[in-house]
């Protein structure tokens, strides 16, 4: 979803007259902390659908501590309103994954919404990395998964709150890098 948001960002900047050079010139602190971060989840990811099973009681721990790290480069350049927005969706996911033994809740009816009885049956198996099916137990559950963007969207996604916030301020913040830029060189 964050693809989503970056991409209709740069499209609305550039629309609004902004150039993507301008995006280079983004002055944020902790660059190679957030795409660690990413990178992390990413890898994890790979190396678990790859066959590398025994990584996955890892994952609760993990998980978790990446939240922790994008908190930090938030809080490393919390002079930008936008980076403060994601901020606001960081910490939403991380208190509902935190709250949650380390994996986000995903509302059983967003699953068979998009997914269908078969991703409802490997979601019942555990299988997911940093995911886990609602419950009564689930605390923060309004803070979970449970929103759906189903076809024609291009790509049928289940997103939390945290997950909005996030991509406004990414979205935002494009636009500012794209149009800034531009702003500083017009002629007086």
């Known amino acids: 979803m964050l693809l989503d948001f970056f991409l209709l960002g740069m499209l609305v900047g550039w629309l609004r007259g902004g150039r993507l050079r301008h995006l280079a010139s983004l002055d944020l602190r902790w660059i190679p902390a957030i795409l660690a971060a990413f990178g992390l989840q990413a890898a994890f ?3 678990v659908r ?3 099973t025994e990584l996955l ?3 609760p721990y993990l998980y978790p501590l990446t939240f922790v790290v994008l908190l930090a480069a938030v809080w490393m350049n919390r002079e930008k309103v936008e980076l403060l927005v994601m901020g606001a969706g960081v910490l939403a ?3 509902a994954i935190a709250a949650n033994g380390g994996k986000m809740p ?4 967003a699953v068979v919404r998009l997914g269908g009885p078969a991703a409802l049956r490997r979601m019942e198996a555990g299988g997911d990395l940093f995911h886990q099916l609602a419950d009564s137990s689930t605390r923060l559950a309004f803070l979970g998964d449970w929103m759906t963007l189903p076809p024609p969207y291009p790509r049928a996604v289940i997103f939390s709150i ?3 916030l996030i991509g406004v301020g990414l979205f935002l913040l494009i636009q500012r890098a794209m149009l800034d830029g531009s702003q500083d060189r017009r002629p007086a």
Do not use: H
């Open 45 to 47: 990811s790979l190396a």
């Open 50 to 52: 790859w066959g590398w």
């Open 57 to 59: 009681p890892y994952a």
């Open 93 to 95: 996911n991380f208190l």
């Open 106 to 109: 995903v509302a059983r009816e």
């Open 162 to 164: 945290g997950d909005v």
